[in-house]
């Protein structure tokens, strides 16, 4: 198992800064949080907003409203696609790789998860919680004085984009606040990339 401290120390000396893909959700409190992450890691990383390309050209999310209404509701694969696994793709383009929090006790989908992937392409995928429990990330929480994110003691449980998120109301499942009432379980991010090893 890849310790989160051993990974945040190996984010301080990397040489080259980063990216992450805003989701549009409740931003303003997102950003914050992030920012606030950031500067306890010395560490600068690019805030592409989901819907926008690396130049933050906010071209898919303005093709949205005009050409499909909420999308959101019709097709959300599709938003998702467009928004956010076309953004990241593009980015990957420019990086080696990119680290999640994906843990395998969030969602079937997730239940395979490894700590460190190889994806088509040659893709790194770097994911120090895998192996952790939801407990874990609160004795961790704890135990190294971090704070836990606002949105979390207002029920998000799992934070996506404002219209498919909604608080969690199943505490077996922190997920269940995404796409509610859909079969939809995850946007692609986590799944689109085909795994070598």
Known sequence: MLDAE?????????????????EDALEAELVEALREDLDRLE??????????DFEGRSTVRIYNLLAHGKLYERDPDLCCQLNKVDPQAELLER?????????????????????????????????????????DVEAYLR?????????????YTS?????????????ANERAGRWAG??????????FWKRLA
């Open 95 to 135: 990086y080696q790789g990119w680290i999640t929090g994906v843990r395998r006790d969030q969602a079937d989908t997730r239940a395979r998860a490894e700590s460190l992937e190889i994806l088509e392409g040659g893709i790194l995928r770097v994911q120090p919680l895998a192996a952790w429990a939801r407990s």
């Open 159 to 171: 934070i996506g984009c404002q219209p498919c998120t909604r608080p969690c109301r199943d505490p």
């Open 143 to 155: 135990a190294y004085g971090i704070a836990v994110h606002p949105l979390f003691a207002q029920g």
């Open 43 to 52: 560490r600068d990383l690019g805030v592409v907003p989901a819907g926008n």
């Open 6 to 22: 051993v990974l945040g120390a190996h984010v301080k000396r990397m040489n080259e800064d980063g990216f992450t893909i805003v």
């Open 182 to 191: 859909k079969a939809k379980t995850e946007c692609g991010l986590h799944t």
